[in-house]
């Protein structure tokens, strides 16, 4: 059989339908256990990095790498390098899977995890505006574009090694757990900095600990997760899927062509799929923080005035919600069935962005309803966060899974992600903050679309 897959089976279009062999009766309760951690540390560690950077970006980076004008100016500027990383992230996800699909899944997670690991490291080294000038925004915005290259092949490759080596009828509960490393990460990173705000005082003080070395400390403890990650990853074996896959003759040459050339339909529907929840969370989680802190205001209201480190404290409680709501929809979907399950937590979603203008209020505005709204948005967050591992790597054939995953997972970060905390800043002191409230509804809108036009993809085979 030829290396290069004919025709036809590069225009089978998603996963097949036929019986496969069940993983279950190849992979071993240790292996799997291992397997578990291996994609759940990998996902803890890109938003861990990734969240410590959007934190930075709002209350540390505006300060030290971007001190020239006012400080809208200032945090817009940061908030445009915290978006590079979106940019970066498809060009991580056709590198990275390019090699996920030629190579292997394992060697190609180890490489994306150093990668993201050590872009992160040496943030935590940069001089800052003060010392070197222009050169310090210069060399920040290259590490984050160099994270986001690094994420754009983790998240795939842990959804992939989780789904492809699941139990039979219990893939989305197995893809749940990469997923739960979101929730632990973003803990981990707000809690961080919340210790160190407390041990140093806070960006308020500009002589303080904090602002002249503190900061540095989140981004250079990030190492010690990465060798960890590292020990995990590099005891696997490959996924049986991609050994049966390969076995069989089915590897191709460019799989980003494959993927443009005869799956593009289920590119552009995972694309939309993942929009709101895109959306929702850095909404909910960069944006929120500016307004919160008095440094995004609403048109028409006096800023809010809450401490970062109380703030912190009102999101390290509804990041638990975050991680209750992931197992809740993993169990569900499998139950259900994916679309399900995601256009029911979509439409929520959609009925929370229009109360933006009545919760999110400045002029009623407490710390007890800013944490009502943090736990009912976050807790969304974690039920249409959960099935998304199982529901991207089922869209597509084996041959081309990291890739087009990969690239919809990706895609969904730049126009969902990337742009929300600047759009949203600039919604809400142009027009007010229940305007940020229906740019959340019109994403979850356009997510609707996309889950009514897809088919469901519970039953489907992976094993093709």
Not at 11 to 35: H, K, M, N, Y
Not at 212 to 225: A, D, H, K, M, Y
């Amino acid at each position: 059989m030829s290396s290069d897959v004919s025709e036809w089976d590069e225009a089978r279009g998603g996963a097949s339908d036929l019986a496969a062999p069940d993983t279950a009766d190849t992979i071993g309760r240790a292996e799997r256990r291992r397997i578990v951690i291996a994609s759940m540390v990998g996902t803890t560690i890109e938003f861990y990095d990734f969240y410590i950077y959007a934190t930075a970006a709002v209350s540390v980076f505006p300060l030290l790498f971007f001190p020239k004008g006012n400080g809208t100016t200032a945090l817009l500027a940061s908030l445009a390098t915290f978006g590079l990383a979106f940019a970066a992230r498809p060009l991580g996800s056709i590198l990275f899977g390019h090699f996920g699909d030629r190579i292997g899944r394992k060697a190609t997670l180890v490489g994306s995890l150093l990668t993201m690991g050590i872009a992160t490291f040496v943030i935590g080294l940069l001089p800052t505006y003060h010392a070197v000038g222009v050169l310090a925004p210069a060399l920040l915005a290259l590490m984050r574009f160099c994270q986001g290259v690094g994420l754009g092949g983790e998240w795939s490759g842990a959804a992939l090694l989780a789904t492809e080596t699941a139990a039979k009828g219990k893939r989305a509960w197995a893809a749940m757990w990469p997923q739960l490393g979101a929730p632990i990460g973003f803990f981990f990173a707000n809690g961080v900095f919340l210790i160190l705000t407390l041990t140093m005082g806070d960006e308020k003080d500009t002589h303080g600990a904090f602002l002249t070395w503190g900061w540095r400390v989140p981004f250079l403890i990030s190492s010690v997760i990465v060798i960890l990650g590292l020990y995990v990853r590099l005891k696997l074996e490959e996924t049986p899927v991609f050994a049966r896959a390969v076995a069989r003759g089915e590897k191709v040459k460019t799989p980003l062509t494959v993927v443009f050339k005869h799956n593009w339909r289920p590119l552009l529907i995972g694309t939309f799929v993942m929009l709101a929840t895109y959306t929702l969370f850095y909404v909910m989680t960069t944006w929120i923080l500016g307004f919160g802190t008095g440094k995004v205001t609403s048109k028409g209201a006096d800023p809010l005035s809450m401490s970062y480190r109380d703030f912190l404290v009102l999101q390290l409680i509804s990041v638990l919600f975050f991680g209750a709501g992931i197992p809740v929809t993993g169990w569900l979907a499998d139950r259900f069935g994916r679309r399900r399950v995601l256009i029911v937590v979509t439409t929520a979603i959609a009925l929370f962005g229009l109360g933006f203008g009545v919760f999110l209020n400045p002029d009623v505005m407490t710390e007890p309803l800013m944490l009502a709204v943090l736990i009912v948005g976050m807790l969304l967050m974690g039920l249409t966060f959960g099935p998304m591992s199982a529901v991207l790597p089922e869209l597509f054939p084996t041959n081309v899974r990291y890739t087009g995953s990969g690239v919809a997972y990706n895609a969904a970060s730049i126009i969902g992600a990337a742009v929300a905390p600047f759009i949203a800043t600039w919604l809400a002191g142009s027009y007010g903050v229940g305007w940020v409230g229906v740019y959340l509804t019109i994403a979850s809108v356009l997510t609707l679309i996309a889950l009514f036009v897809m088919k469901e993809t519970r039953d489907v085979s992976l094993d093709g």
